[in-house]
């Protein structure tokens, strides 16, 4: 609930920008202003590193209805989930500092679809997080990208996921839902 009015804010305002400016190809980024504000804040006076996550949420949100994908995902009861992310830090942002969340589809692989996140101040990148998202039916199950790209077409210009990215996804994934998972320390 901590961020719920700028979300609806951001998909309300996204809504109109697809209506006045077209809708968004899936390749393309999307960008929305946020400002850091007091409740965006840590102990130390700069933005938690938390709250990066949340706020990059509102522009996968941007990303999802500009592109018309939320309203393809509505109609057949689809949702995606983060599966797994990563965030990187430069710069440290401040109270009431503009910035741009800048939002893109960098690729997908047999089972995720991933995105890349930017905080960006006057061209500069001062965060950048990867996300692993996978899709899901509300009925059960996941979704096929067959099923995906059959309902939305397939984008082209999708470019490929740096090998790292992989590495990545593979080293911090955890086991499936069905398996058990107990927690040992080593």
Do not use: C
């Amino acid at each position: 609930m901590n961020v719920i009015w700028r979300t609806l804010f951001v998909m309300w305002r996204a809504r109109r920008r697809a209506r006045s400016e077209g809708r968004l190809a899936p390749t393309e980024i999307s960008r929305i202003r946020v400002t850091t504000l007091p409740t965006d804040l840590d102990i130390l006076r700069h933005m938690n590193n938390g709250r990066y996550l949340s706020l990059f949420d509102l522009g996968r949100w941007d990303l999802l209805v500009r592109t018309g994908m939320l309203d393809v995902m509505k109609r057949n009861n689809w949702y995606a989930v983060v599966s797994s992310e990563t965030i990187t830090f430069r710069k440290s942002l401040e109270l009431w500092q503009r910035f741009d969340v800048e939002s893109r589809l960098i690729g997908h692989d047999d089972k995720a679809i991933y995105l890349e996140h930017r905080a960006v101040v006057d061209g500069e990148v001062y965060a950048r997080a990867i996300i692993r998202s996978r899709m899901l039916k509300r009925s059960g199950g996941t979704l096929s990208h067959e099923e995906l790209f059959g309902a939305v077409g397939r984008p082209e210009g999708i470019p490929e996921i740096e090998p790292w990215v992989h590495d990545w996804a593979d080293a911090t994934s955890l086991p499936p839902t069905r398996a058990e998972a107990p927690s040992i320390w080593n």
